[in-house]
């Protein structure tokens, strides 16, 4: 089987998910049949490298999440592995779960609830610098915890040395988490969301705050959103997701200004005007809320939902919701195939090997009137 981890760049991955599966046991009690699950990943694949950000986007409940706990082995995998620095990931124990989260790090959605309201922010970076034992001694320690609040830019350092959480605004508690995670001294950041529930006045901030981490400190970077706006700006390379598998992916400017899988046509269909893209300043002006969160929606049947993942359709997940869908797509999931320049695809409309697929691909016709979305736009045909 192929594999979603082949470089764009040259550069060596220092983290690697391959073939990652999840479920999620369901405990609930059936009389016949087998035990059921929540199949949240099915063969997700994917590379993150030095100085190098990778986004990852996808509807609500398509399995960003869940691809990010597995990397930060906050859950375990079903089945696939986790590669770090090429040697595959075995995190049995406390001691060997401690070491390798020294090297990869996440920052969450919610700063309200991730940071601890109990304790100032001192206490938040003091942990991670003796957990790690990067301080020696009181003076090193409030070095360093004045050191982060800088390379964040909460300054000056004194005035947020002692806050509490609840004295802080949604971006400076960010901030903090940030820092909290830079305090590990990791090569691998997973940000799930890190700007969504931000005021849009500060997100921007933020993102090029990481941005400049990224570069500074050669991080790994994986950026989970729902916009494709942030993540062209922000990321050198994007992977989509739908309903726990991996479609398409490559550099960013790519996948998303010449998008190929029907999933990623729809998803760039639902935001608001293609020129948005320009940059994630002029989105914001636009829209006045900014980022939309993507979702779709399609008329009488309700297929327009994300399949159950309980009961997940076979084959190409995305069938039952595809204009293009060929008996084979609902047999087996398409093989991985280069288009060219680190592009790729899961789709039978793609590959010389795809029997099928020489008569369909290159004559996408858009998608049927029927197909809306939330937002009244129209999807947009390839040609368009
Ligand atoms: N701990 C869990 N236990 C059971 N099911 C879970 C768990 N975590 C996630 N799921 C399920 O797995 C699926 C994928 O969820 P996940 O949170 O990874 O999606 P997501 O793409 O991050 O969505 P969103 O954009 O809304 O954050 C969902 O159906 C969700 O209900
Ligand atoms: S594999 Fe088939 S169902 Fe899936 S996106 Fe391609 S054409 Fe549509
Ligand atoms: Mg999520």
């Known amino acids: 089987m192929s594999t979603n981890t082949a470089p764009s760049t040259n550069e060596t991955p220092v983290l690697e998910a391959l073939h990652l599966r999840k479920e999620f046991p369901l405990h609930t009690i059936k009389l ?11 063969d997700a694949s994917l590379a993150l490298r030095p100085g ?25 995998p079903t089945a696939g592995s986790i590669r770090y620095r090429e040697e595959i990931v075995r995190t049995r124990g406390e ?66 040395v002692s806050k509490f959480p609840h004295q802080l605004s949604g971006g400076q508690r960010q901030r903090v988490a940030i820092a909290r995670a830079l ?52 990321a050198e390379e994007t992977q989509v997701m739908y309903a726990g598998q991996m479609v398409e992916g490559g550099p960013s ?33 636009d829209d006045g809320k900014g980022s939309p969160r993507i979702q779709m929606i399609l008329p009488a049947s309700g297929s327009g939902e994300l399949p159950s993942l309980i009961t997940p359709p076979g084959g190409c997940r995305f069938h039952p919701r595809c204009p293009h869908a060929m008996p084979v797509c609902r047999q087996q999931f398409p093989p991985r195939t280069e288009l060219g320049g680190g592009h790729w695809i899961h789709c039978f409309l793609y590959g010389a090997e795809n029997a099928q697929s020489g008569e369909v691909k290159g004559k996408f016709g858009g998608w049927p009137q029927e197909v809306r979305l939330q937002r009244g736009v129209r999807p947009r045909r390839m040609n368009e």
């Open 253 to 285: 400017e790519e996948v998303i200004q010449r998008p190929q899988h029907p999933y990623t046509q729809l998803l760039l269909s639902a935001a608001p005007d293609p020129d948005r893209f320009g940059s994630v300043d002029q989105h914001q002006q």
């Open 183 to 234: 305090a590990a001294r990791p090569s691998v950041l997973l940000a799930d969301e890190p700007v969504s529930m931000l005021d849009v006045s500060i997100r921007l901030d933020i993102l090029n705050l990481l941005a400049r981490l990224k570069e500074e400190e050669n991080l790994a970077l994986l950026f989970i959103t729902h916009d494709l706006a942030s993540a062209r700006y922000f």
């Open 95 to 160: 001691a060997a779960l401690r070491s390798y989260r020294r090297h990869v790090q996440m920052v969450f959605q919610d700063p309200f609830s991730s940071l601890n309201p109990m304790h100032m922010v001192r206490y938040h970076l003091s942990r991670p610098l003796r957990i790690y034992g990067h301080a020696h001694g009181a003076a090193e320690e409030t070095r360093l915890i004045m050191s982060l609040l800088e390379r964040v830019n909460l300054t000056p350092a004194e005035q947020f």
């Open 52 to 76: 190098h950000a990778t986004a990852l986007v996808g509807e609500s409940g398509s399995g960003k999440t869940t691809v990010a706990r597995l990397l930060a082995r906050l859950y375990a």
């Open 32 to 42: 016949f049949g087998p035990p059921q699950a929540i199949h949240a990943v099915e």
